[in-house]
């Protein structure tokens, strides 16, 4: 399931299997704010569990990470209000790509601060400034 090689799978039951590509959820864990309370290779807040692919299980059936979502919906939807003014909206293949990220070791490797958007780059050099629990801590400044 890792990498930008898996294809749409059609099951029997005419559901859809999207292809999920770790290189997109790299951009969307940053530009969306999920970076904001939780890090990936020492990079973001620290409000959330890291989501180092190194601390995931081998395999992962994806449809539990969204369940551990739903399971914690009410407090992140809350931090999220709190931290970024409003509630983070997915579609279904940004939460599939953000997914293939959080489980992609290798993509995660080219995962830095200069990755973030200067907007969400503010909010975590704010909330440093401000003691108020977030932690940004600065990955190499290396180009995408």
Known sequence: MQGDHMQHRMMSSGLIIPAMHPANG??????????????VNGVGGTDAAALDASTMEPMMNPFEFSARMWTGAEAMIEMQRQELGEQIQFTGQELADIIA?????????????ADIPPDIKKLLHADKDGDD??????????AK
């Open 26 to 39: 790299r951009k969307l864990f940053a530009a969306k704010g999920c970076v904001v309370c939780h890090s």
């Open 133 to 142: 629990g977030m932690n940004m801590k600065r990955g190499s400044e290396t």
């Open 101 to 113: 990220f959080t489980h992609d070791a290798e993509e995660q490797k080219k995962f830095s601060e």
